[in-house]
C-alpha cells in the first residue's frame, strides 16, 4: 500500500485533486450553515411555543454543522466498481464516495461526505481482499493539523498487489494520548464495526481484555444507533454508564465529537440515588448479600405481604340506597390482582375500581343506570377506600426498605428459606434507622429501594443503554440497568480479569440473565490497540490467577514499549525514585499516569510537590502544559496514558481485601500505559509477576 505525502500543485495531481475536494466540501458546508441561520421561522409558526422549539432546533443544527479545523471533514474514499445499488453490469461507471464524519451536500444536493454511519460507508471498514463488496479503491487519508498531507490506497480488486498492514492506521494507534478520549472513526477495525453496526433490536455484550477498544465500540454504537433510528431513539432516550465520575469525564467528548449531543452519562449511584441520599459504605460481607439477586425475591415478597385478604363487606351509600359487596367477592377481586402479577401500585390503583365496578353492577340489577361518572365517584368514597387500605394499602418503597434492614422479625418473615440467618444478620443495620431522612443509606441500599420502586411502578425504560464496566456491577444493578432498558436494548461491555468488586461478574450468561437479556449475544475482542507487546506479556502473567481460561490480548502496536522494573532498597528511597521516574517519564512526548495504591496517594502527592510537580487528579484533562496525573490505583480503570509509573505493587494488592482482587487491580494499573510503563518496588513484587 504506497503511502503518498509529495507536495504538489498541479490539477492532475491527486493530492492537490483531494486537497481541493477538502475545500469544495468546507465550502459547501458553509453554506449549508449559512441556509440554516438564514431560515426564517415567522411565516411558518402559528405560535410562540412552535416558535421557540423550532428556533432551539434550528441553532442544534447550525451547532452541527461547524466546521472544526482540527477534525477532518473526511477521512476516506471508497471507489466502488460499479453504481451502488444498479445491477453490477459489465463495463457499468463506478461510483466515488468520502467518508466523513457528517453528510455534506453541494447545492444541487449532491453528496460532497458521506456520513461514516451510512450504508455505502460501511465498506470502508469491512471491506478486505477476500470480500472486496464491489469496492475498487479504498484511500485513507492523513492530516497534520487540519491539513491534508497523505493518502494511501487499496487496490482490494488486484491480485498483485500485497496485503499490507494501514501506515496511516498504525500512526493513529501510536499517536500519543494527551487530552480526553477521542473517537476512532477513521479506523475502526472490522470486528469492532460488526458490533458497532448490530442493530437496536438486540443486545451486545463484549468481552474484552484492557485496550482492545471496548468503551470506543460501546460509544460509536450509540452514535451509529443514534444515525440509523433517530427519532425512535429521540424518543425513547439513549443512556451510558460508566463506573465513576472521573472515568465520565475522560470520556465525555467522543459523542459530541461525533455530532451526538443529546446521550446523558451517569454512573449506576447516579441512576438509583434520586430519593435517598448515600452516606455510608456497607462492609464488604453485608454488599455483597444486598447486591445478590436474591434479594429482589426478598423485597417481592415483603411487598406483597401487605396484601391481606379482606374479612368485612363493603357498604357503599348512596342517597337513600346501600349497596353491599360481600368480603369473599372483594378476596376474589385481590386473588386475582395477585395472580395477575401486575405492579404493586398498578393494583392498588385498580382495586378501588373493581369494588366500585361491583356497585355498579348492583345498581343496574335493581334498575338504574349509572355511567361512569358513577363508577369513579363510588371508587372515591370513604367506605371503597378503607376497604383498599385495609386489603391493598399503599407501600412507601423506602420504608420498606428500612424496615426490612432494621427489623428482624420482618426481615425474616420475608428472607427465610432465602438467605441463611447469617446472612440476615450481616445486612441488618446495628442500630436500626429511626425514619428515612435520617437513616444511613449505602450504595447497595440505594439499589434495594430502587428494586422497591420497579416493585410498585414500572421503571421508564430507554431505548438503549450503553454499559461500561460492566464486570463490576452486583445482580441487583444488573437489574436496575435492566428495567431501564426493558423494553429497549443494550451494549454491555467488560473484562471479567478486570472485576475488582466483591460481587464482580462470574460469567457474563449470569450477568445477562439479571440485566433481563439473556438472548444477548456474547462477542469477544482480543486485538489490543493500548498496552505495547512487552508490557502486556508482563501484566498477562496475572491471567491464569485471576482469570483462569481468559486468552491474553494481543497488541497491535507496532513499537514494542519499554518496560522497565525496578527494585529501590528501602522504603524511604522508594518516593524518591517514584519522583524521578515521572520526571524521566515527562521527558517524553504526551501524557504520564503516576498510579499508586490508594493509601500511597497522600506521600507521593507530598513528594511530588516538594520536588516542584505540580499533577492533576483522574478526573481533570491533561493538556500540553499539564501532563502529569496522579491516579489511585481504585480509580484507574478505563483511563490510559502514555507513560505510566507504577509504585509499589504489592501495596496495590494489599489495598483490597483479598488477594485475587489484589492481582486485578494490580492487572488494571499494568494495563493503562501507551507506551511505557515503569514500575517501581521497594517490597517483593507479588510472586506472580516473577
Ligand atoms: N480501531 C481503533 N483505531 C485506533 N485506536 C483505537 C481503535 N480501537 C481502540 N483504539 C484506542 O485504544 C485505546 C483503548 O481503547 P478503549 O479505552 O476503548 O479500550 P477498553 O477495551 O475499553 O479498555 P479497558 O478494558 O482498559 O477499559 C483508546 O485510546 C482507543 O482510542
Redesign the pocket.
Known amino acids: 500500500m504506497p503511502a503518498h505525502e509529495h507536495e504538489s500543485d498541479t490539477t492532475t495531481d491527486p493530492l492537490a485533486h483531494e486537497r481541493a475536494h477538502l475545500s469544495a466540501s468546507r465550502a459547501a458546508l458553509r453554506a449549508m450553515r449559512e441556509d440554516a441561520q438564514a431560515l426564517n421561522i415567522r411565516d411558518v409558526t402559528a405560535n410562540w411555543v412552535n416558535a421557540a422549539v423550532l428556533q432551539a432546533q434550528i441553532a442544534d443544527r447550525i451547532k452541527s454543522l461547524a466546521d472544526l479545523s482540527h477534525t477532518p471533514l473526511f477521512f476516506g474514499r471508497l471507489d466502488y466498481l460499479h453504481v451502488v445499488g444498479a445491477a453490477q453490469a459489465e463495463g457499468a461507471e463506478g461510483e466515488q464516495f468520502y467518508i466523513g464524519r457528517r453528510h455534506v451536500h453541494d447545492a444541487d444536493g449532491d453528496p460532497m461526505v458521506i456520513d461514516w454511519r451510512a450504508p455505502v460507508s460501511q465498506p470502508f471498514y469491512r471491506a478486505s481482499r477476500k470480500d472486496p463488496l464491489d469496492v475498487g479503491q479504498r484511500r485513507r487519508f492523513g492530516y497534520t493539523g487540519g491539513e491534508l498531507t497523505a493518502y494511501e490506497d487499496e487496490h482490494l480488486t488486484d491480485p498483485s498487489e500485497a496485503a499490507q498492514t494501514s501506515k496511516l ?1 498504525q500512526t ?2 501510536e499517536r500519543p ?1 494527551v487530552g480526553p ?2 473517537d ?1 472513526v477513521a ?3 472490522p470486528e ?1 464495526d460488526e458490533i458497532v453496526r448490530s442493530d437496536l433490536g438486540g443486545t451486545v455484550c463484549v468481552q ?10 460501546g460509544l460509536h454504537r450509540v452514535a451509529y444507533l443514534l444515525y440509523a433510528h433517530r427519532e425512535r431513539l429521540a424518543r425513547t432516550g439513549t443512556l451510558v454508564i460508566g463506573p465513576n465520575k472521573s472515568f465520565l469525564h475522560y470520556i465525555e467528548q467522543v459523542l459530541p465529537a461525533l455530532g451526538e449531543l443529546e446521550v446523558k452519562q451517569a454512573t449506576v449511584d447516579d441512576l438509583v440515588t434520586a430519593q435517598v441520599e448515600v452516606r455510608s459504605t456497607d462492609e464488604a460481607r453485608a454488599a455483597v448479600v444486598k447486591g445478590d439477586a436474591r434479594m429482589a425475591e426478598v423485597l417481592r415478597r415483603a411487598i406483597r405481604s401487605h396484601v391481606t385478604m379482606p374479612a368485612e363487606p363493603v357498604m357503599v351509600v348512596r342517597g337513600s340506597r346501600r349497596w353491599r359487596v360481600p368480603a369473599y367477592e372483594i378476596e376474589e377481586m385481590v386473588k386475582e390482582l395477585l395472580a395477575r402479577d401486575m405492579r404493586y401500585g398498578a393494583a392498588h390503583e385498580a382495586l378501588p375500581q373493581r369494588i366500585a365496578h361491583a356497585v355498579l353492577v348492583r345498581m343496574e340489577e335493581a334498575g338504574e343506570a349509572p355511567d361512569d361518572r358513577v363508577q369513579n365517584a363510588v371508587a372515591r368514597t370513604p367506605a371503597v377506600k378503607a376497604a383498599v387500605k385495609a386489603a391493598w394499602p399503599a407501600v412507601d418503597p423506602s420504608k420498606l426498605v428500612l424496615r426490612l434492614l432494621s427489623d428482624p422479625e420482618f426481615l425474616a418473615a420475608h428472607a427465610n428459606g432465602l438467605l441463611s440467618e447469617d446472612e440476615q444478620k450481616t445486612i441488618l443495620w446495628t442500630k436500626p434507622a429511626r425514619s428515612v431522612k435520617a437513616a444511613k443509606w449505602s450504595a447497595a441500599d440505594a439499589v434495594l429501594i430502587d428494586e422497591a420502586n420497579d416493585l410498585v411502578a414500572r421503571t421508564h425504560s430507554l431505548g438503549h443503554v450503553v454499559i ?2 460492566a464486570q463490576d456491577l452486583s445482580p441487583m444493578q444488573y437489574r436496575a440497568v435492566g428495567r431501564r432498558c426493558s423494553t429497549g436494548s443494550a451494549t454491555v ?1 467488560g ?1 471479567l480479569a ?1 472485576g475488582t468488586t466483591p460481587w464482580s461478574t462470574q460469567s457474563w450468561e449470569q450477568a445477562l440473565h439479571h440485566l433481563g437479556k439473556s438472548d444477548a449475544l456474547v462477542e469477544e ?1 482480543t486485538a489490543g ?2 498496552v505495547p507487546r512487552e508490557v502486556i506479556a508482563y501484566a498477562s502473567r496475572l491471567l491464569p490467577v485471576i482469570s483462569p481460561g481468559l486468552a491474553a490480548v494481543e497488541s497491535v502496536r507496532e513499537s514494542p514499549g519499554s518496560l522497565s522494573v525496578r527494585e529501590v532498597t528501602g522504603a524511604d528511597a522508594l518516593d524518591a525514585a517514584v519522583v524521578a521516574a515521572c520526571a524521566e517519564s515527562l521527558e517524553q512526548e504526551g501524557s504520564t499516569g503516576l498510579i499508586a495504591a490508594d493509601a500511597r496517594v497522600p506521600a507521593l502527592a507530598e513528594a511530588l510537590t516538594a520536588a516542584g510537580h505540580s499533577y492533576l487528579s483522574p478526573g481533570q484533562e491533561t493538556t500540553a502544559e499539564s501532563r502529569l496525573t496522579l491516579v489511585p490505583a481504585s480509580l484507574a ?2 483511563l ?1 496514558y502514555d507513560y505510566v509509573v507504577l509504585d509499589e505493587p504489592a501495596a496495590v494488592v494489599d489495598g483490597e481485601p483479598d488477594e485475587r482482587t489484589g492481582l486485578r487491580r494490580l492487572y ?1 494499573a499494568l ?2 500505559a ?1 507506551s511505557g510503563l515503569i514500575v517501581l518496588h521497594a517490597a517483593p513484587l507479588p510472586q506472580e509477576l516473577g
Do not use: H, N, S, Y
Request: proline content about 3%; hydrophobic content about 35%; charged content about 30%.
Open positions: 492506521l493513529e494507534i494520548r478520549m477521542r476512532i479506523t475502526i477495525q469492532q474484552g481484555g484492557p485496550g482492545t477498544g471496548k468503551t470506543a465500540v461500561d464496566e461491555l473484562d478486570q475482542l490497540f493500548r480503570k478505563g490510559e488494571v494495563t493503562r501507551v
